[in-house]
């Protein structure tokens, strides 16, 4: 049976896990009785429809909401999973084939709705699936003092009892008295293993920084913090080597690692990462696993990560034991560019490289956040947070400017052009550049054609960027590279609603006039 990573990846086509989730993982996949507190949106399906993967036998999931349990089953489906479900909402042709799987071994997660529970007829089809593990969502459905009661949750204790198989529960509500009702509703009072984690690492300190001279810009920073213990993640093999060699000539101890290397080389630089006082090891993201270093100092990014939940896990590497620890990432132009064209070539379907280039454009509206940079990407995993003062944005917040006015008219060339252009062509149409390919397509008498020349290209870009990072705008991935309005951008392009934009990445965008006195 393949391991969890791998799973997450194959069959989900994620890089890495959100916080908590491998923990959860872990223990359920271990067959431990687990209560799971997640924020909505933090991600808990995955910790349990990966376990019911790694286990023998049927996991049941039991959920409230039809509407979730089908989607679910489709999603999954589409990756190649056997899942199903028994709902009020089923045909009976669907209802059939359920029947046909679960006799012939094949399904493994089995959506019931909880009403079911109360047919006396599911308990005994139960025992003879198989069922190895019962899965719990929306778990507080079952307290009687809450706004969701849901009398059948009751039910789910004696299903548990019958089965005597681990049972999985998650809910989003965290207050005590609730938990405490799921440990005994659903646990006969017995201590499962709670998580209840904020996700947050207050002595991170969190910043990014526009390319500029990266090689420069990685000295500085490791300069400052010459003799402690820091990572530098590089997107190349090449780069770990080259980028050691110099911080070893700036006087640096540091070492390269990357998979291409010997696993005796590589378990001779973990070694002595761990035990050296003051090394910095210049890496691939294939360092880490292997690393237990409480007092990481530093942790700085050459490119960009590949997704959010990457780069909360590898800056989350530093200041495990608490004290202070500093980060920076780096980003550019080429770097998204080149995470386009990954997901573009990739073989997945269309639908999640779409999801993907959305996950692409949170990144991406992290680096280019306006206000503090941990509530955005805390909020990335559903947490509220009130601005940390501890990150670049809360030391020094950017420029903002009202680009209601220019987003508009971004937006309205990439309708009037049918969502078929790149944004350099919507450029040259904005700043009225007449190239061949503008004319060929008469787009030069569009009424957008020149209507942005107060901006110049750079400022544009910058535009599109920042609008990419709103998500209000997604590259087709199945039209190269052009631009597709999302739901988000039509209240902007409808006049409903205002857009205001960071300024220094668009040096030229117009100032708001100065008025007399
Ligand atoms: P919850 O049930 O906690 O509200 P979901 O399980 O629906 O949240 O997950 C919320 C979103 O996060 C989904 O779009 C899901 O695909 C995405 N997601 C979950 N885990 C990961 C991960 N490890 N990497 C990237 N995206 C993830
Ligand atoms: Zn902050």
Redesign the pocket.
């Given at each position: 049976m393949p391991g969890a990573a791998t799973l997450?990846r194959d069959v989900f086509g994620?890089d890495?896990?959100?916080p908590g989730?491998e923990e959860i993982i872990h223990t359920v996949s271990a067959g431990c009785n687990t209560l799971a507190i997640?924020p909505?949106?933090?991600?808990?399906?995955?910790c349990f429809q990966l376990p019911a993967l790694m286990r023998d036998g049927v996991t049941v999931v039991i959920s409230p909401l039809i509407a979730l349990m089908r989607d679910q089953v489709r999603a999954l489906r589409a990756a190649g999973v056997e899942a199903g479900a028994l709902t009020s909402g089923n045909t009976e042709e669907e209802t059939a084939e359920v029947w046909r799987a679960l006799d012939e071994g094949r399904l493994k997660l089995l959506y019931v709705a909880p009403e079911r529970l109360a047919a006396g007829a599911s308990l005994g089809m139960l025992r003879r699936i198989g069922v190895s593990l019962i899965a719990v969502d929306e778990a507080h459905c079952v307290s009687q003092w809450g706004h969701d009661f849901r009398p059948d949750y009751l039910r789910i204790g004696e299903l548990r009892r019958a089965l005597n198989v681990p049972l999985a529960a998650f809910t989003a509500t965290a207050d005590t008295e609730t938990q405490a009702e799921i440990i005994e509703k659903l646990f006969d009072g017995q201590q499962p293993q709670v998580f209840l984690h904020g996700f947050d690492r207050p002595n991170i300190h969190l910043a990014f920084a526009a390319k500029d001279q990266p090689r420069r810009q990685i000295m500085e920073f490791a300069a400052v913090r010459k003799g402690q213990s820091g990572i530098v993640y590089c997107g190349t093999r090449a780069k770990t080597e080259s980028l050691a060699q110099a911080l070893g000539n700036a006087g640096h101890s540091a070492c390269a690692y990357h998979g291409g290397m010997e696993a005796e080389a590589r378990r001779n630089v973990e070694h002595r990462f761990n035990s050296e006082d003051g090394l910095i090891v210049v890496a691939t993201v294939a360092f880490g696993m292997g690393v237990d270093k409480p007092d990481i100092r530093w942790v700085a990014h050459a490119d960009l990560p590949k997704?959010i939940?990457s780069y909360y896990q590898e800056i989350g590497r530093a200041g495990r034991d608490g004290a202070s620890a500093e980060t920076l990432t780096l980003f550019g132009p080429d770097d998204i560019r080149l995470r386009r064209a990954q997901i573009d070539e990739g073989l997945a379907p269309p639908e999640r490289r779409m999801a993907d280039h959305g996950?692409l454009n949170a990144l991406l509206g992290l680096a280019e956040a306006m206000t503090c940079r941990r509530a955005t990407l805390l909020r990335y995993f559903?947490e509220q947070a009130s601005p940390c003062g501890n990150c670049d944005l809360c030391d020094t917040p950017p420029e903002t400017f009202d680009a209601t006015q220019a987003v508009r008219k971004a937006l309205s060339a990439i309708l009037r052009t049918g969502e078929r252009f790149g944004a350099g062509h919507l450029i040259d149409i904005l700043t009225g550049n007449a190239t061949d390919k503008l004319r060929a397509r008469g787009h030069d008498s569009l009424p957008t054609f020149g209507v942005g020349r107060d901006i110049d290209r750079r400022g544009w870009q910058g535009i599109f960027r920042q609008i990419m990072g709103r998500d209000l705008i997604r590259p087709d991935p199945e039209r190269h590279g052009a631009l597709v309005m999302t739901e988000a951008a039509r209240p902007i392009l409808r006049g409903e609603e205002d857009i205001t934009l960071r300024r220094d990445t668009v040096a030229s965008a117009p100032r708001p006039a100065v008025r007399a006195l």
């Open positions: 997450l994620f890495a896990f959100r989730q997640m909505t949106g933090g991600g808990k399906s995955l997704s939940e996950r559903g």
